[in-house]
């Protein structure tokens, strides 16, 4: 462990009954719990240390179950099936008892193959030049971001004027610390919700669901160092009290690291 | 039940310890073992069946970790945790004892609030000017489907001159049946892997993990009837051995009823 606030956040210490324990983070702090995006991490680092490991993260899928509260919780990850080169994981996160947070994850052996990113980088000024943009906010996790918006910022004025939902962003770590799999995982919850930007009306939402796909392998995330990423994120539907979004993190020199997609409720 | 063949399909049997009992559907087999989309909606049946169930399906992940063997399976469905009107499902299905797949699902009561379509559907001709474009097919499941290709069809031609992996086709089951979650769950996996159309190569391939994202509830899904829905996939990177793709369903009427990714393996 390093002394990098992340690091700190997402230690978890092996039990004697398997399980890792845990405690969320006051660096990380949301509104209201932790940031999803650091929980998100806990859970994909109890994969990451787990013993039986086969392999590394190419899918997850994390379920906010409930708030977590301030405090200790247990991560369970259990390897439901372990192929030759393959193996597929269900995680909980409990506390008092009670699953706060649900998820499964694919982790695999890869082999280098005929490859492609099909989505491109979108042109975007370089990070040095693109100025810090969020104004001032009270949630602390973003204080861990060194975030610089190219468009579809967090709206200054909430006025209902938006008129779409596409965010594109420079961001990485604040100070910055090298990629791997953790750290792209919370940086895949990065992205403020689709509705305030499409509607620039402040609105009670929460993350219900998130799923990463990690394109990239180890040596891939290495090679990124500590480097920007460009992420960008854009709705498809808002319908009911749910909506979804599709997002892409690219590092900068344009490989498609991750594609992430999340289901958030909103009221109203 | 109906007559139909996805329902006899889909049909699972209350077992006195919770579980729920299912076969493999020699209707919708694949080539090697089921359609990934019919045991998908096996998995979500039985969570639309089971008898603590909490609102409607909103999200649904599946996992495909192990070829299903042509046979009984056992499905389990756990509620990890039931809130006020949202509840996250665990679900299992095993065969011999093993995991063949996991999942998780999340239901919930949904309340009528602002709501938007961002991705409107492409122009396309209508789905009755629109040929029958595929070719005859080995595979079972596909005469399950009435689908008509527009454009990124199945290559007739295998010289790896694919330049691209958009697909959309307008599809419903055959003989039609109204559609459901059930169905839309199995329809959300009805394209053929993005790397045939994008390299015009065969290559082995296989589902590791699907999402979907019900942006319709019932009542606009029972709307929608038995018309036909234009569905639309195409890969944002193709890896070392793994590629993804997104995808959306619309009703004849244009309302985006889902939004779906997965993550495929592929070989060479």
């Not at 929460?206 to 480097?227: E, I, N």
Request: charged content about 15%; proline content about 7%; glycine content about 6%.
């Amino acid at each position: 462990m390093t002394s990098h606030a992340f690091d700190q956040a997402i230690a978890l210490k092996l039990q004697s009954d398997g399980s890792f324990a845990g405690h969320t983070s006051a660096a990380y702090a949301n509104m209201v719990g932790p940031f999803g995006g650091i929980s998100a991490a806990q859970m994909m680092n109890a994969v990451l240390l787990h013993p039986d490991r086969l392999g590394e993260p190419v899918s997850l899928t994390i379920n906010f179950a409930a708030a977590l509260a301030h405090g200790p919780f247990t991560v369970q990850a259990r390897a439901a099936r372990t192929n030759r080169s393959t193996q597929h994981w269900i995680i909980e996160v409990l506390q008092s008892g009670e699953a706060v947070l649900t998820g499964t994850a694919f982790t695999a052996l890869r082999r280098e193959t005929w490859s492609l990113d099909e989505e491109a980088m979108p042109q975007c000024p370089p990070p040095q030049e693109t100025p810090h943009g969020q104004g001032p906010m009270p949630m602390e996790w973003v204080k861990r971001y060194d975030m610089r918006p190219i468009a579809g910022a967090m709206p200054t004025v909430w006025d209902g004027s938006g008129d779409a939902s596409l965010t594109q962003l420079w961001v990485r770590d604040n100070p910055p610390r090298p990629l791997d799999f953790a750290s792209l995982t919370a940086l895949s919850d990065v992205f403020f919700p689709r509705v305030f930007v499409r509607r620039a009306t402040l609105v009670p939402v929460g993350t219900v669901t998130m799923t990463v796909y990690f394109h990239a392998d180890s040596a891939q995330l290495q090679a990124s160092g500590s480097s920007y990423l460009l992420a960008q994120a854009r709705a498809q539907a808002f319908r009911n009290g749910y909506f979804d979004h599709t997002a892409q993190l690219w590092n900068e020199a344009g490989v498609l690291l991750a594609t992430t997609q999340q289901l958030v409720y909103y009221k109203n």
